[in-house]
């Protein structure tokens, strides 16, 4: 059974940094593009970045220059460095998996992600 396990998650203040995690188990496929997204209650889910098997990656306009997604090599890991947080980018944040072919063109577009975690809450403080 796929499963994606978020961590990392926390309290920090503006301008501070944090690091998520994402681990992937049991994915047999061998090409796959992985996202982050993040969710604020009352508003739908949000795409924050994504990675595609050929290491491309793209990103929401609120958070470029500031967070930075990566995976190992093994595509196992997710990582979503995150810089200069500000008190918008406070929501539960959460790592999913797409066919390959669903990133970059649609990479926002949660429907098409297969699995995902069960999130990981940031709360950025002014």
């Known amino acids: 059974q796929v499963k994606l396990v978020e961590s990392g998650g926390g309290s920090v203040q503006a301008g501070g940094s944090l690091k998520l995690s994402c681990a992937v188990s049991?994915?047999?496929?061998?090409?796959?593009?992985m996202g982050w997204f993040r969710q604020v209650p009352g508003k739908e889910r949000e795409g924050v970045a994504s990675?595609?098997?050929?290491?491309?990656?793209t990103y929401a306009d609120s958070v470029k220059g500031r967070f930075t997604i990566s995976r190992d090599s093994a595509g196992n890991m997710l990582y979503l460095q995150m810089n200069s947080l500000t008190p918008e980018d406070t929501a539960m944040y959460y790592c999913?998996?797409?066919?390959?072919?669903?990133?970059?063109?649609?990479?926002?577009?949660?429907?098409?992600?297969?699995?995902w975690g069960q999130g990981t809450q940031v709360t950025v403080s002014s």
């Open positions: 999913a998996v797409a066919p390959s072919a669903w990133c970059p063109r649609w990479w926002t577009q949660a429907r098409g992600y297969q699995y």
């Open positions: 049991a994915y047999t496929s061998t090409s796959y593009c």
């Open positions: 990675i595609g098997d050929d290491g491309d990656t």
